[in-house]
């Protein structure tokens, strides 16, 4: 009878330790984040690339979007679509606004950061070939 009381004991600490660690599936960066999905669907001639297109704004939201395409550059799929606006620059374009969210460092001390795969690219979204599968982020940063 002690044994299986205190292996019951032992049994809900072990859950609540692991609730605690995990935190339960909460967000404790930003609370208030949240995150929608959208998808586009292929057409009947079938689409060469799918990607997924990640877009996280100041306060933490984020909106995950799936792409198909038969484009070749990341920045001409976006630009088609009216989703990125922006001005060229030195380096190519200078993403200023994503989705009519605006970030512009001469103004805000934000910019809009472009990820491949969770990697900082080292290209801007209008040299960058799309790779199947791929997810690119663009995220506000300070």
Known sequence: MKFKRAFSAI???????????????????????????????????????????????????????????????LGDVLQERGFVKGEQGDYGLYIKEVNGIVADYSTTGTYWAFYIDGVMATTGVDQTKIVDGATYSLKIEK
């Open 11 to 73: 049994t809900v600490l072990f859950l609540i330790f692991s609730l605690i660690l995990c935190g339960c599936g909460n967000n404790t960066a930003h609370p208030e984040a949240s995150t929608e999905i959208e998808s586009v669907e292929p057409g009947e001639d079938g689409y060469k690339y799918h990607f997924t297109l990640e877009v996280v704004d100041a306060d933490g939201n984020q909106r995950l979007i799936d792409y198909a395409t038969n484009r070749e550059i």
